[in-house]
């Protein structure tokens, strides 16, 4: 059901309507400002008609003018939006003004149809925008009214009066009722469609937070899924193997056989215990100076071994020489990701193989690729592969992955596939070669 926005959380529109409302009253200061202007101008070149502005017409015009921009300054050095009832006290000042002004005007014109009666055509205009109908129609009547007692008060000192006069200001009258009338019913509009917009995007932002929670619940899900999963399997060996080593009639050899069977898996178990731990609380990064080449001539010289029981070929590659660069980064956590990706790289390489290890840096960030000869990852896996307990090799955990992607984020980077081809399958590493921050690599650690 859509309902008002609670006042906890306000309308995403409502910094953008207040913003709006000093926006507008800005408009309508340089509207006046612009009139005011366009009829001196027009008294001056029209003097053989209206006769030379006077003393007091150039005062008043200038007092005003001198107002109006000590407005458009106030208006203009807020550093904050224009609140509805700032507006409202801006917009009733300003209508109490013109009106003042245009009726001042006009005496000191003293014509049966003085120019300066156009001013009355703003205080409608911003009454439509910043209040409702009946003040607008009250601001309307007021206007009309100024203009129809300014004739009768006109002719009465300056008779006769005459029917064509009176005609014209009728038309005039007619005018600014539509015209005040027209633009209060388009911003009635627009308000009505802002106001459901508000609530549209209200309840677009709570059914987010729903989805959003919802995914954490079905990504928990899965974690104690994956958990129970990689813990049955062991845990089952361990029970049938002691029970068979239990049984009396079970041979001295068999029975060694089963307990070492019971401690391969537990072993296994410690190993699951520990990956998940560093996945679900993992350490935070401890940043010093490493040699880029020091690291990836470690994680080469232990992904060999691994690499020499199948005759996979294991290089490094630097870009210039980065090798000599220092990195400020954690150097265990990064060498055990690197590590973990060498390892899976030997693993999916196909005996023969090759796996590359290149390095460069560029506008402080250490991006390392990690290449390997294999097969491409099949579309149906590769937007799971870093999801913790996924894995297609027997025996895995699953978080290998998971983890190295971990460490990248925590070093401000991150940990991606960035070519899946056959022979041409590319893990690629970024990390910030500097300290960042302990606030922002712990976002980083919480948002993972």
Known sequence: MTGAIPSSQPSPLNGLQFDGLRRQQTAFCILTLFVLAMLLLLHALFAFVLGEPSMSVLVVLGFSFAIRLLELMW??????????????????????????????????????????????????LQSAFLFGLTTTVCTILAADSVIFLWLWRYFALHPPALGSEYLEAGMLAVIYALMGLLVWFLISQLRANQTQLADALADLERTRAKLISEEKLAAVGRLASGIAHEIRNPVAMIVSALSTARDQATMVAEREEMFGIASRQAGRLEALTTDFLTY?????????????????????????????????????????????????????????????????????????????????????????????????ISAANLDKIFEPFFTTKAGGTGLGLAIARAVARAHAGDLWVSSNEDGHVIFTMTVSTHATGQQQEAASWAGF
């Open 280 to 376: 679900a609380k993992p350490n935070f990064p401890h940043r010093s100076p490493v040699i880029i080449g020091d690291l990836l001539s470690a994680v080469e010289s232990v992904a060999r071994v691994r690499a020499a029981e199948r005759g996979i070929r294991v290089t490094c590659g630097f870009e210039g020489n980065d090798h000599h660069q220092i990195a400020v980064v954690d150097g265990s956590q990064l060498e055990g990701a690197l590590l973990n990706l060498a390892i899976n790289a030997i693993d999916a390489a196909p005996s023969g193989g090759a796996v590359i290890l290149n390095a460069a840096v560029r506008e402080d960030v250490l991006r390392i690729d990690v290449e390997n000869s294999g097969p491409a």
């Open 75 to 124: 208006l203009q050095s807020r550093n904050g939006p224009m609140t509805q009832r700032e507006a409202r006290l801006d917009g009733i000042v300003s209508i109490v003004m013109l009106f003042v002004l245009a009726i001042l005007l006009m005496g000191l014109t003293n014509r049966d149809h003085s120019p300066y009666q156009v001013l009355l055509a703003i205080p409608v």
